[in-house]
């Protein structure tokens, strides 16, 4: 299978080639290597892609690059690259936020139709939900973003929708539930919290803590991933979650200090905008029309990004 995978060098792109390679799969993996966060940690995730012979990486912006050429040939085409981070998406920041992960996701969408692709996964995410009561949050609710990156998600979103319902295009749209696990991104919340505990350093914590959220282990999302392109599924929109209850910061960070052993030195601060208090995935239509079940807990997972951490900061 000749398989395109877009922000390859991220923490879902890297983690998802992995599996493809390991499957068999010829995989070109693009990154444009931003600089939204260090390029050594990029290069640090596909050290062992790199040692595959079934695995090319192309360094390029999706905005630059022959698209139409490049996927030629291809038969499915996992769209994971985008410009994320919901705090950092105001203002002139914005402009980004639609190149990257608009204007990107059309070109790229234009040239899948154009090379007949069988099957297009694009990487979603609950923050198009936006400030909801109404949980767990089903894929038939309300979308209403609070955030310039939700809005930019939605909108990508619904042009893989567009491409499906006018050109056939065989899109599946995944809408991710804080993702984390090895190489999650140093924005994130666990990256920044397990970080700050092993070195004795302060944890800032924006709100009161009880904020909560549906954690979701990397290998459940990149298993979504292979579950959604092997399905004759198309034009279709799936939550991407755990199917544990929901899990406040407070007692996630505490979780973190049993892993660890270490005790956290807990800084609350306002609460920032955009940022929704709960979120909460219904996976029913995942499970029944895809098969999916999340099988790792919050504290395995929060356990292997520890170690994560320890070995890629020499903690």
């Known amino acids: ?117 069988a099957k297009f996964i694009y990487a979603s995410s609950s923050s198009v939900y936006g400030e909801t009561d109404d949980l767990p949050m089903r894929e038939e609710g309300r979308t209403r973003p609070v955030s310039p990156y939700g809005v930019s998600k939605l909108a990508a979103e619904n042009l893989c929708q567009l491409y499906y319902h006018n050109f056939g295009l065989p899109v599946i749209s995944l809408r991710y539930f804080t993702v984390f696990g090895e190489r999650q991104r140093p924005d994130m919340a666990f990256h920044i919290f397990i970080k700050a505990v092993l070195s004795g350093e302060k944890i800032t914590i924006f709100g009161d803590g009880e904020q909560s959220r549906s954690f979701t282990y990397i290998d459940d999302v990149v298993e979504a991933n292979l579950l959604a392109a092997e399905s004759r599924l198309k034009g279709e929109i799936f939550n991407i979650g755990s199917s544990k209850k929901r899990t406040t910061l407070n007692q996630a960070i505490a979780l973190i200090e049993d892993i660890t052993g270490e005790k956290a030195t807990r800084v609350y601060q306002s609460r920032v905008r955009g940022d929704v208090r709960h979120t909460s995935a219904d996976l029913s239509r995942a499970q029944k029309l895809l098969g999916f079940s999340p099988e790792v807990d919050l504290a395995a997972g929060l356990a292997a990004e520890v170690a994560y951490i320890k070995e890629v900061y020499r903690l």
């Open 1 to 117: 299978m000749q398989t395109v995978v877009t922000g390859a060098a991220g923490f879902i792109g890297s983690r998802l080639s992995e599996r493809l390679v390991s499957e068999g799969h010829q995989v070109l993996g693009i990154d444009c290597f931003s600089d939204y966060y260090s390029r050594r940690l990029k290069e640090f995730n596909l050290r062992h892609l790199k040692e595959r012979e079934n695995f090319t990486l192309l360094e390029g912006d999706l905005l630059d690059l022959d698209l139409p050429e490049i996927l030629q040939g291809m038969d499915w085409v996992f769209h994971q690259a985008a410009q994320a981070g919901v705090r950092a998406s105001w203002g002139e920041e914005f402009s980004i936020y639609s190149s990257s992960n608009i204007l990107a996701t059309q070109q790229l969408l234009d040239a899948a139709r154009e090379a007949g692709i």
